[in-house]
């Protein structure tokens, strides 16, 4: 099987557009902008198709993550006015970092509460999994109900990722090409993480075959702590993310972009973090390209993708083996 | 009567998944630096047996002792601290890691021992030649080797081996012979197998199950030597002529 042919996808389908779409300006546009989007949506997957991978857990209440971790990155951008109206990046990042710290330290401390309380007394048991991890997306919303309110908040970006420049006659968004920088770092981090520390040896075996992971000697209930609280902190990157992407927030935001993880997660193979990135480009292109060429299929185009990789390969375009 | 000498000891073992009762009070002992077959037809229970003794199914009633030491509740990554390897039926490789990542995952004591993996590459020479190979596209036989060559990646004191010639070709089964010939002289190994010319090939010991029950016990000699007590304990299911 070769590697490098789902991975191929990404160009030939952004090649695809090319003629569909009336000037190559507006290609650019439409390819930074699904770009931005796909790193947005592998942030908030990625942690999802590791935990599902290794732990075999159906977790609903991923989304829950995402919608904290934006509301607690969003309160600390909202504290912090001065920084996010200062003209320079360098001022902007003063209020962006420490927004990112509060939404993943927070999403991260409720995944590692939901691992513990939630999940883990219902691990091996798929039904009973989509059930409490469902009732803990529910519970998780009214609470941010309680605490935040239950009104669309407005988020303003930061001043310096406002608007856009132009390469050539393509206008770009600022705030897109920071996603795409993002997403790539995330995903060169989690890729030398995986390749090349041990920790990332046990991770790639435990999502094949857990129980010859513990045959081995290592008490892989520990590994699945680290890698629930590491996908929910991902989770909440990618929730304040997507947040400052729409410019506004609310307390059903995880639920409603958890549809398109899923289908992400399935696309690319479940537990493959390579199958989760090249999935999560896909989506993000044809939703850019459709939703301009022929808004009216702009639903169902994830759906349609889904379908014709599953019939291409059944378990994903890089699936892992079990 | 338990001896001070055996290395590992069942007593009254049994082990229930879900709701079927599988092992059936099983009794057998395992002597050190020796190689004991665990026969049987299929569905007589030795994988289960195997299984519990690793601690990747609970024992319902009964003991199993490693060294003198109750191990009937210890949990699985314990076990392989202690020194004990598993090599399962389906051998357990991880497909989508390399040779050597599957090496260098056994070794939990930090970087591969060169000398040990030397003797590895002189056991099994494949190893050596898809080292950087993904271990899904080995051959099985291949697979094999390699599910071995992890379990003996570190010293172990013993070795559980599941069904080692299960769907190799002869020659191939030839060269798990010798191997284990090898394997004999530095650690002790209990071996489920259904390949009787191997089991007599390699055997110190032998025990024999039937419906989850241990129906015979002694040395493997023994058993090869006696034609009619083959036949009554291990039936037609049990292929003599490889």
Sequence with gaps: ?322 | MSRVSELLELRGVNTHIGQYHILHGVDFAVAPNSLTMLLGRNGAGKTTCLRTIMGLWRASAGSIKFEQQDITRTPTPELARRGIAYVPENMGIFAGLTVRENLLLAARAGPLDEQRLERIFALFPAMKKFWQAFAGNLSGGQKQMLAISRAIVEPRKLLLVDEPTKGLAPAIIQAMIEAFRELKRETTLLVVEQNFHFARSLGDAVAVMDSGRIVHRGRMAELAADEALQQRLLGLSLDTHQ
Aim: glycine share 12%; charged share 10%; hydrophobic share 60%.
């Design chain 1, 1 to 322: 099987m070769k590697n490098w042919i789902p991975l191929a996808l990404v160009p030939v389908i952004g090649l695809l557009a090319l003629p569909l779409v009336p000037s190559t300006p507006t290609w650019v546009t439409l390819t930074v902008a699904g770009l931005a989007m796909g790193m947005m949506i592998f942030i908030m997957a990625s942690g999802l198709t590791l935990v599902f991978g290794l732990m075999d857990v159906m977790n609903f209440a991923h989304g829950a993550f995402i919608s904290v971790g934006a509301y607690a990155g969003a309160s600390v951008l909202l504290a912090m006015k001065p920084a996010m109206q200062s003209q320079s990046f360098a001022g902007n990042l003063g209020a962006i970092v420490p927004a990112v710290l509060a939404a993943m330290a927070l999403a991260g401390a409720l995944g590692w509460f939901f691992e513990r309380v939630v999940v883990r007394p219902v691990y091996g048991d798929h039904l009973k999994q989509i059930l409490v991890t469902m009732g803990g997306l529910i519970v998780c919303e009214q609470l941010i109900h309680v605490v935040w309110g239950p009104d669309l908040i407005a988020l303003p970006r930061p001043a310096t990722l406002t608007g856009s420049f132009l390469i050539g006659d393509a206008a770009i968004e600022r705030y897109r090409m920071l996603a795409v920088v993002v997403g790539l770092a995330v995903f060169a981090a989690m890729w030398l993480v995986l390749n090349r520390t041990r920790i990332g040896l046990l991770i790639r075996a435990g999502v094949e075959n857990r129980e010859m992971v513990e045959s081995l000697g290592y008490r892989i209930r520990r590994l699945f702590v680290g890698v629930f609280v590491a996908g929910s902190a991902l989770a909440g990157l990618g929730g304040v993310m997507w947040a400052m992407y729409q410019e506004s927030l609310t307390a059903g935001m995880g639920m409603q972009v958890m549809v398109v993880i899923f289908i992400v997660i399935i696309i690319g193979g479940l537990g493959s973090v390579g199958g989760c990135f090249v999935g999560a480009l896909l989506v993000g292109l044809l939703a850019n390209y459709i939703g301009y060429v022929a808004p009216k299929l702009a639903l169902g185009s994830n759906i349609l993708l889904m379908v014709l990789i599953l019939l291409w390969r059944p378990r994903g375009l890089y699936p892992v083996g079990k």
